[in-house]
């Protein structure tokens, strides 16, 4: 018998969950932004070989949460109020897009099947920011705006959608807007009914104080 090989290519269930477990650290705030990401080190930490740790970080990179970088090697990203608002507009268009679709289908105001699914979604951020608990508070403010832009049925806006929520994820991990306890369940039931009247003109308004709000606090923190 051939003696067994101990870095073998990864699997996918073995590199996907390492990936997932570095996601969870990332997002959670356990590893501050552009903290260095050393395969070694991770490899030992997760009993894992040095090339399931490549994959996994290039999974992560994929995502935007990490940047590889030559001769430097990985980081958790940090992202500048340019990306920030690089990333905003981005979203906007996809976000707005979305809306566009959902409005051709089903006319306005939509149908109850289009916004009771919002609805329970905005239900959820409301438990989560009475909870105070800003991490729950952030994944169910993400899913409120994933389950408009899925309404539109459009498989290659979702997945674009998707790749771009772990990068606001990760800023608003280490980022707290002022939000006074409870407003972002009110501010997103009247979103939710603008959108319907606006369209993308009231995609792109929200994004964009959004985004200001972040930079505001960014820039209260440093």
Not at 10 to 27: D, K
Not at 196 to 208: I, K, M, P, T, Y
């Amino acid at each position: 018998m051939s003696p067994r090989r101990r870095d073998r290519d990864p699997g996918p269930t073995q590199a996907a969950a390492l990936a997932e477990a570095l996601r969870v650290r990332i997002l959670s705030g356990d590893i501050a932004l552009g903290a260095p990401l050393r395969e070694e080190g991770l490899a030992t930490r997760h009993h894992a070989s040095r090339h399931t740790v490549r994959t996994a970080l290039q999974t992560l990179a994929a995502e935007r949460l990490v940047t590889i970088a030559p001769y430097r090697g990985a980081r958790v990203a940090h992202l500048d109020d340019d990306a920030v608002g690089a990333l905003q507009e981005l979203r906007g268009a996809l976000e707005a897009e979305a809306v566009r679709q959902v409005t051709a289908r089903h006319g306005t105001p939509w149908p109850d099947a289009v916004t009771r699914p919002v609805r329970d979604a905005i239900a959820r951020l409301a438990l989560a920011e009475a909870s105070g608990d800003w991490l729950a508070t952030t994944r169910a403010h993400a899913e409120v705006h994933r389950v408009i832009v899925e309404a539109a049925a459009s498989p290659r806006i979702s997945q674009a959608h998707r790749q771009l929520e772990s990068e606001i994820l990760l800023l608003l991990t280490h980022v707290r807007p002022d939000y006074p306890a409870g407003s972002l369940a009110h501010e997103h039931t009247a979103y939710l009914d603008e959108v319907q009247r606006s369209g993308g003109e009231a995609v792109r308004a929200h994004l964009a104080n959004s985004a200001d709000l972040i930079r505001a606090a960014r820039a209260a923190s440093s």
